[in-house]
């Protein structure tokens, strides 16, 4: 298995919708801390042999101005400590992000700790970088579909190709969470089915990267039909700790639903958590 690099953006934005935990702040806050609309929004990964990057936003709350929801919140003083000693001064960067040096490297098993202040309050959150996962493997290597150009509205077309399983399977004794990215690789993409220009339907409705959901097993299955451009794929496996799944799991919270999202955010919102991950290679082939 080859690592991967670059997986974190990956992850990143597939949890974007989940983090509307902050965005819209709950009709009835359970937490009486900090007044509603005046929490940090906390948002990072950690991931091993990688510096530090951390995202940190403001709380809109639910009667506000929505379009103010991805405001940064600048002039923290950030710190995350690890247990084995280490410790480190984030600063913040293009006023979206607070990063580490680049020279950080986040090791496997040690517990860091979080730390700032914010509206008088100490926001604080711990986390530990799980192992990666081992025993990564696919029944397929690749799957033929064919190519479709519908000139006429009225649907994707024809399922010409039948539904093929892709089944992924890993080695987990215990039971930890793990989800799968599918993300297309090319540097031009290649649609499999082609809709009308008249089509309601526009490009940006297909997508190049799909996941599946947290499971505690040791399998997850995709469908042929999820993989909507021909082309070199990366099949990522990610472990990730509970607070993860917990969040996956309640991604579609809203202001609409009186509940708080789940978080391990003291006096604050959102995740700080560690993630690895193993990758395979994957073809989609034009019969």
Not at 7 to 32: H, P, Q, R, W
Not at 169 to 187: L, Q, R, S
Request: proline content about 5%; glycine content about 6%; aromatic content about 8%.
């Amino acid at each position: 298995m080859k690592s991967n690099s670059k997986y974190i953006k990956l992850i990143t934005s597939t949890i974007l919708f989940a983090l509307a935990l902050g965005m819209l702040s709950a009709c009835e806050d359970v937490s009486n801390t900090i007044p509603g609309g005046a929490k940090a929004i906390v948002e990072a990964y950690l991931i091993p042999n990688k510096p530090i990057s951390l995202k940190v936003k403001k709380e809109i709350a639910y009667s506000d101005d929505l379009s103010n929801s991805e405001a940064f919140i600048p002039g923290l003083s950030i710190k995350v400590t690890g247990a084995d000693g280490s410790a480190y001064a984030l600063k913040p960067f293009q006023d979206t992000l607070y990063v580490s040096d680049t020279d950080v490297r986040l090791k496997v098993g040690v517990i860091y700790n979080l730390s700032f202040v914010y509206n008088g309050k100490t926001i604080s959150a711990s986390t530990i970088i799980p192992t990666k996962p081992t025993g990564l493997a696919t029944d397929v290597k690749s799957i033929v579909r064919t190519r479709q150009v519908i000139t006429t509205t009225g649907g994707f077309g024809r399922n010409l190709d039948g539904n093929v399983d892709v089944n992924l399977t890993w080695i987990n004794p215990k039971n930890e969470y793990h989800f799968v990215i599918a993300d297309n690789i090319e540097p031009k993409l290649d649609l499999v089915i082609t809709l009308p220009t008249t089509s309601s339907t526009t490009v940006s409705d297909f997508t190049r990267r799909f996941r599946s959901q947290p499971v505690q097993g040791e399998i997850t299955r995709l469908r042929s039909q999820q993989f909507q451009y021909f082309g070199r794929y990366n099949i990522i496996l990610l472990k990730v700790n509970p607070d993860y799944a917990a969040l996956y799991n309640t991604s579609g919270t809203t202001s609409q639903n009186i509940s708080t999202p789940p978080t391990t955010i003291t006096n604050g919102l959102g995740i700080f958590t560690g993630v690895n991950a193993d990758t395979l290679s994957f073809l989609v082939k034009e019969r």
